[in-house]
């Protein structure tokens, strides 16, 4: 599951399928179960592998695009959010980008977004994932 080409196919999909959060479902649930809940076993270079295939800067710009676009809330902006965890809560040198890159100024406008328009169901979900990337 971990290998060079699934991971390659996992960030593709990812980084290019459409802004339709319905489409966008199954490369995010993807994303999150190959590197977002890594359990022990799991390659200590998966990360590195992924940034081998897509640059940080590209992953930084793809996000800005996803959180600025207002269809973004509920469930789709919290899968969003893990996914983008998996890159920013971490020690790896590359992660900086993100910061560099605003990111966090993303994150904060689409927190704000999910507090006027999203469902009362979802934004404790949604606040919590969001927080644990600001």
């Known amino acids: 599951m971990y ?16 802004m339709n959060r319905y489409n966008r479902k199954s490369a995010v649930d993807f994303v999150n179960q190959l ?8 390659p200590s270079d998966v ?3 992924a940034i081998d295939v897509v640059a940080p ?3 930084a710009l793809h996000m800005k695009q996803v959180l600025s676009d207002p269809s973004m809330i509920d469930e789709a902006i919290e ?22 890159e605003r990111v966090y100024h993303f994150v904060a406008q689409t927190l704000q977004r999910q ?11 949604v606040l919590h994932a969001g927080f644990l990337l600001v």
């Open 115 to 125: 507090l006027k328009a999203g469902s009362p169901q979802f934004t404790p979900a």
């Open 79 to 100: 899968d969003e959010f893990y996914a983008l965890k998996s890159f920013i809560v971490t020690d790896h040198p590359w992660s900086q980008t993100f910061i560099r």
């Open 47 to 49: 990360l590195d592998e």
């Open 3 to 18: 290998d060079k080409t699934t991971i390659a196919l996992t960030m593709h999909c990812w980084l290019n399928m459409s």
């Open 57 to 59: 800067d590209m992953i």
């Open 35 to 42: 590197l977002g809940h890594m359990p022990e076993d799991t």
